[in-house]
């Protein structure tokens, strides 16, 4: 099950952090004057990406959702809205379903940002091929 991401670096923002005003972001997550964060390269890629923050990690939240439910306001209702899922769903649709509110989130920081209509994501098409095995 794979996360779609056109790298838009819109979560790479000061911006979609200011929703977690109530906790310290992780030291690897400071932003340049211009509000990208330090790690986010010309590329739109991120420097760390193999020891980003967990909180850069949607497969990681998924996977542990008790530690953003400590995250906050905002980490509350996520950790609620992944157990939801899991309570509701399969664990690999459930983690589709997770993947798809995320990409929702995505679209809206998108439009909200007034970036390239390019980088939104269809997100029904994207998902529609990802098979769901639920033996794997
Ligand atoms: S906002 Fe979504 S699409 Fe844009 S870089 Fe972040 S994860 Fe990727
Ligand atoms: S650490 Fe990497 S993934 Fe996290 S906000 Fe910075 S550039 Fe983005």
Known sequence: MNFHCT?????CTRKNFEAFD???LPPEIRFKPNGNCVNLTAENKCAIYERRP??????????RPHIIAKM???GAA???VVKALKTRFAKKQA???WYK????HCNGLIEHLKLSPDYLINI???YKEEQVDEKL
Do not use: H, P, R, W
Request: with cysteine; aromatic share 8%.
């Open 7 to 11: 790298k838009c670096a819109g979560c």
């Open 22 to 24: 109530d906790i310290q």
């Open 54 to 63: 967990y909180l850069c990690s949607m497969k990681a939240i998924f996977t």
């Open 72 to 74: 906050g306001k905002v």
């Open 78 to 80: 996520l950790a609620e």
């Open 95 to 97: 983690e589709k379903e």
């Open 101 to 104: 509110f995320v990409n929702s």
């Open 124 to 126: 029904d098409e994207q």
